[in-house]
T-cell receptor, first 113, second 112 residues
Framework: DTGVSQNPRHKITKRGQNVTFRCDPI?????LYWYRQTLGQGPEFLTY????????KSRLLSDRFSAERPKGSFSTLEIQRTEQGDSAMYLC???????????FGPGTRLTVT | SQQGEEDPQALSIQEGENATMNCSYK?????LQWYRQNSGRGLVHLIL?????REKHSGRLRVTLDTSKKSSSLLITASRAADTASYFC????????????FGIGTKLQVIP
């Protein structure tokens, strides 16, 4: 399967712990996006990469959140000192440089206890 | 930043009927997209319509855009049980920014 992959698919952590999620985009795509989705809501934009450059960040991305895409391929999203309000589905998407259609991964469901 | 508001929030129809979902927004846009999300296939792009377009078709889907009324509609014709999903309108990219803003969605149930 050459779609967007995300790992892990599920993560349960205790409040205050750090967590890191990984996203592997479709190989030809140089645009990568992170979103957060809570129950009953649509995805909320977090950040956007063009190759390895992080070009856009939402105000939702507090100081506890950091995202990287070191070689312009896979990306990681780290949440430090997790809070219960961080519990959500974290979605990654990628797209071609020339197009706007985003291809989404299956998501990582985070539960903070 | 703005997001679209879908209406209705929930819709239940019989298989074979048509389903219409609407999206309203407040500020100018360059592009409006529709996505579908179900438990089986996750979030999938359906169609993009640009601000200078009024209507687009893709298979059983028809999207319209009225920029004067700041609204869009998604019509699914001859619905199938497999169309059961949440449908989101997504605003953007706009103004050189790649950010896309999703609404809260319309939950469609197609009853076999």
């Amino acid at each position: 399967d050459t779609g967007v992959s995300q790992n892990p698919r599920h993560k349960i952590t205790k409040r205050g712990q750090n967590v890191t999620f990984r996203c592997d985009p479709i190989s030809e795509h140089n645009r990568l996006y992170w979103y957060r989705q809570t129950l009953g809501q649509g995805p909320e934009f977090l950040t956007y990469f063009q190759n390895e450059a992080q070009l856009e960040k939402s105000r939702l991305l507090s100081d506890r959140f950091s995202a990287e895409r070191p070689k312009g391929s896979f990306s990681t999203l780290e949440i430090q000192r997790t809070e219960q309000g961080d519990s959500a589905m974290y979605l990654c998407a990628s797209s071609f440089n020339s197009g706007y259609e985003q291809y989404f991964g299956p998501g990582t469901r985070l539960t903070v206890t | 930043s703005q997001q679209g508001e879908e209406d209705p929030q929930a819709l239940s129809i019989q298989e074979g009927e048509n389903a219409t979902m609407n999206c309203s927004y407040k500020t100018s846009i360059n592009n409006l997209q529709w996505y579908r999300q179900n438990s089986g296939r996750g979030l999938v792009h359906l169609i993009l319509i640009r601000s200078n377009e009024r209507e687009k078709h893709s298979g059983r889907l028809r999207v319209t855009l009225d920029t004067s009324k700041k609204s869009s509609s998604l019509l699914i014709t001859a619905s199938r049980a497999a169309d059961t999903a949440s449908y989101f309108c997504a605003l953007g990219p706009t103004g050189g920014y790649q950010k896309v803003s999703f609404g809260i969605g319309t939950k469609l149930q197609v009853i076999p």
